[in-house]
């Protein structure tokens, strides 16, 4: 594998691993609301990133989490970990430049991708775009690369392939 090729993966793999970074933070965000003011800990959090309070999406972002319930809580940090623990193989899988890897990442990003797609028709934003875009390349790219592995090793492998290598090897 050339040099161009390992940069890539790593590259998918820095992008795996700051998701589930990202995840691991909301989770253990969500847990720490479960019992608490949960309006006063969002608009501490709300000052202490310096979002502006006065915002009609902040606002009514604290008015939906405060009618959750612990319940909802628990499922959503513990969604978060799961999801974090999914990219995590991923990344750490990719950084080491293992074949099984591709393969997991092909099928764990295809099969989030309907969720995207439904979540930017309900609520669309370039953010959401971005991601979906960037998650169907790693999916583009990874299978373009399986199947030309794929391909290259089964040509080295033919029978005549073989006996000049073994004729070449006396």
Do not use: C
Not at 16 to 22: G, I, P
Not at 62 to 85: C, D, H, M, R, V
Not at 92 to 112: C, P, Q
Not at 133 to 146: F, G
């Amino acid at each position: 594998m050339n040099s161009s090729h390992s940069g890539l993966i790593r590259l998918i793999a820095v992008f795996k691993l700051l998701k589930a970074t990202a995840l691991i933070v909301v989770g253990i965000g969500v847990l720490k609301l479960m019992h608490r003011d949960v309006a006063a800990q969002l608009e501490h959090w709300v000052a202490m990133f310096g979002f502006d309070p006065g915002s009609r999406y902040i606002d009514h972002a604290i008015q939906k989490a405060t009618n959750l319930s612990p319940n909802k809580f628990k499922e959503f940090g513990l969604g978060s970990f799961l999801y974090a623990a999914l990219f995590l193989t991923e990344g750490i899988g990719l950084w080491l430049m293992k074949r099984w890897a591709e393969w997991f990442t092909v099928v764990i990003t295809s099969s989030l991708v309907p969720l995207e797609i439904y979540e930017i028709y309900r609520h669309p934003t370039a953010v959401k775009t971005a991601v979906l875009v960037i998650n169907l390349a790693v999916v583009a790219y990874l299978l373009y690369r399986i199947a030309r592995e794929t391909r290259d090793s089964r040509g080295s492998e033919r029978p005549h392939a073989v006996f000049k290598t073994l004729r070449h090897d006396r």
